[in-house]
């Protein structure tokens, strides 16, 4: 944003620009000197220190993401794939969805008249 200018600040002013030990970014935006926490509007953004990938999928996959944690974080886990392991109330929530996502599509399935075969009248 080089260029902007922001009320109560010197029009020569621009972003980013340093601040003492802080580089602000913009206007309620800045970081400190290693890049690793970003605080926008009061909130603290932390880097990551690990990255979590879910394999490459070459078709149709499904997907839970759990209830967030103590840390604000969640968890993908792959269902098609793998168990949500031991956590009770998590395999709850997932079986709950899955049910409720297979009652939604079968509430969407086109009705058949009795003795014929799917997708012929």
């Given at each position: 944003m080089n260029g902007e200018t922001v009320e109560g600040m010197p029009q020569n002013q621009t972003?980013?620009?340093?601040?003492?030990?802080?580089?602000?970014?913009?206007?309620?935006?800045?970081?400190?000197?290693?890049?690793?926490?970003?605080?926008?509007?009061?909130?603290?953004?932390?880097?990551?220190?690990?990255?979590?990938?879910?394999?490459?999928?070459?078709?149709?996959?499904?997907?839970?993401?759990?209830?967030?944690?103590?840390?604000?974080?969640?968890?993908?886990?792959r269902v098609d794939l793998q168990s949500l392991g031991d956590n009770s109330r998590e395999r709850a929530v997932c079986r709950a969805l899955l049910r409720h996502a297979l009652a939604l599509l079968d509430a969407t399935e086109p009705t058949q008249a009795r003795g014929t075969a799917a997708g012929r009248a």
């Open positions: 972003f980013p620009y340093q601040d003492g030990d802080v580089t602000v970014l913009g206007p309620e935006i800045f970081t400190d000197a290693q890049g690793d926490v970003i605080s926008w509007k009061g909130v603290n953004y932390v880097r990551q220190t690990t990255l979590r990938l879910l394999p490459a999928v070459m078709g149709p996959a499904l997907c839970y993401i759990s209830t967030g944690g103590e840390d604000g974080t969640h968890r993908s886990t």
